[in-house]
């Protein structure tokens, strides 16, 4: 790491979907190198997502240096979780301040690290600001409601996401459309993804098997549901081996389960480059990931949505992503068109073309 006593600028990270989308910005604010305006960064990691699976890898796979501060939140309920970072956060800034924070995405540790550091008087840049999915069920949206609110400055993905923030009354002339940081990950590491280690064991070929992955808890804290939803998935897609890379709360619920279906094959959590490897030569994708929608999108890979709404309807009307939610007809019905190569090819949205984080580092240094 590059971490000097001023002035420097923190990046806050919890989560693996956080990982991914701040590798490219360190890559570029390194690239840039210190300056008056910035400085340097201060890598913190929160500690929310503390498995090797979960963590570690990405930090090898994506070149993302050690943190510098590790919060180490750790699990726990909504409150706990988001009290634990926040108390973790501010004890640091009271240390020392940085210039602002860079917050990303929309998990607890965006929001705890906003409101400590807002209260702390440190600027907040909230990059992926604005989208919305209207669904207050889930700890997602009040993350991102709450977390915008409060920013003072908003990296967006869409041009959407700027009229959703411009309706809340957020500051216009801080409005930066910049495109998707996820997506810079994706082409700077496509040429490297490769085949994890259960390709062979379980004759997987392009196209001869599909990828679910699922962790919401709308969709996995009752095991009647979520068996119910995989049984529905899984004899939709007789004939073919639905590979299910498992996240660690979704494991606890199918330990509760008796019999799962026979062609569903339960892998471990994935590294970023087997995961999209695997994506890539799907026949298809079904989830309730928001960032996976985007990521089908941008590999052309057809793609379920296991939820009734998206934050991301950019992927719907562009991409190549449609909201099933759990219903059986809507499954059927979109997977045979995917099994008789009739599902659409989708473009990719503006501005997803890998140059997000040059842009966001440019501003930076202007705003700061
Ligand atoms: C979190 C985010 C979600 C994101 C997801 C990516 C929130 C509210 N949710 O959900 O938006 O899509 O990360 O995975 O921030 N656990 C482990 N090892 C770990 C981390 C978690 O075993 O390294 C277990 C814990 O027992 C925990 C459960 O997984 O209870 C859920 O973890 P948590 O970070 O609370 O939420 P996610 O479901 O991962």
Redo the contacts with the bound molecule.
Sequence with gaps: MSFSREPFIDIIA????NFVKIAPIIHALEKYGPSKSIGNYRLVSTG????KA??GCFFEQLDIPQPDENLMAG?GT?AE?TASIMTAYEELLFNEKPTASIVVG????TLACTLAARKMHVPVAHVEAGIRSGDWGM??EI?RVVTDSISNYFFVTTKQAAKNLNKSGANSDHIHFVGNTMIDTLRTNESRFSPPVEWDEFNLNAKNYLVVTL?RPSNVDDFYELSKLLETICSACAGYKVIFPV???TLRQLAEIEALPANLVLINPQPYLQFNYLVKHALAVLTD?G?ITEEATAMSVPCLTLRDTTERPETVELGTNALVGKCEEKLTQSLKKIFKGKWKQGQLPEKWDGKSSERIVALLHDIL
Excluded at 106 to 109: G, L, Q
């Design positions: 919890g989560t693996r979907p929310q997502h503390y498995d979960l963590c699990s909504q979780q929309d998990v607890n540790s700890p997602e993350n962790h996240h660690p709360r990931s960032g």
